[in-house]
């Protein structure tokens, strides 16, 4: 995994006072399925930095001058006398502002397997009497993941040192990682870090051909309808529901009238399937 950014670089010069504002957080939505690989959903996003130098400068001055002559000669007298002054002065303030964009992103890569069928003990693939690939039960066929990026805070540093790493393992392992972490911990400085996290929204897997005693309901009906994961499911129902899928109610509405239409079979199962639904698009309950 990589982050990549671009960016605008500014200076500001002489006695001017510069004062700027940037952060960022971002927040990408994957999904990775066996029939159609890994793609992202929201890939990029961008943020504003603001920037402002502004100065004020005042000058003033000022002459003055007095001048007395006289002299005298053959009874005769003369005298000048001279008063001069100037003064003046000015003042300015000048600000400057400027604005730049910032084109921030992830790139985050996931490679599992796709290959989902049975093979006999050489190795061969296996398919049942129709033709159709064997699948093995319980492999993922389908997930659904966000990736965050977190912008730099000293609440980050806090986070990785007391929920992320193992306090018994940084403390007490002779691992090179263990090490090189007690080495660079700062915990009276908490130095400002940035922090990349994943959290799987939805997950689906083959489902055995026949229903284990302890299946629920839905598993038996959907294994009766040959359907074999709960993504098979959704891509079947999709078409008719994603347009509702705005809020609970109105997918809820939705998924009803679709099984209506489509699997009747599966219509008593219309408030775990709508739940289905609503993790695999994401919606907030």
Known sequence: MSAEQQDSAGSTTGSATAAGFSHRDLVNTYVWTAQGGFFAETPEATDAVSETTSGSYNFTYSYGGNLDLSFGALGLGW??????????????????????SRSFGLDVQCTPSNDLQRRDSNGKPLYDAAGKPVLVPGKVDAYRFLTFYLGETSANFDDFYHKVVDPTWLSGSNAPDAAALRQTRQSSAKPPC????????????????????????????MRTENIASNYELIKRLEPYVRPAATSSATLAAATRSALAAQLPELLPHAAEITEYLGHYFGMEN
Request: zero cysteines; charged letters at 20%.
């Open 194 to 221: 940035w922090r990349v996290l994943h959290r799987v929204t939805y997950i689906s897997r083959v489902l055995a051909p026949v229903p284990p005693p302890g299946a629920s309901p839905l598993e038996r009906a």
């Open 79 to 100: 005298a000048f006398h001279l008063d001069a002054s100037r003064g003046g002065g000015f003042s300015t303030t000048r600000a400057k502002s400027k604005e730049s």
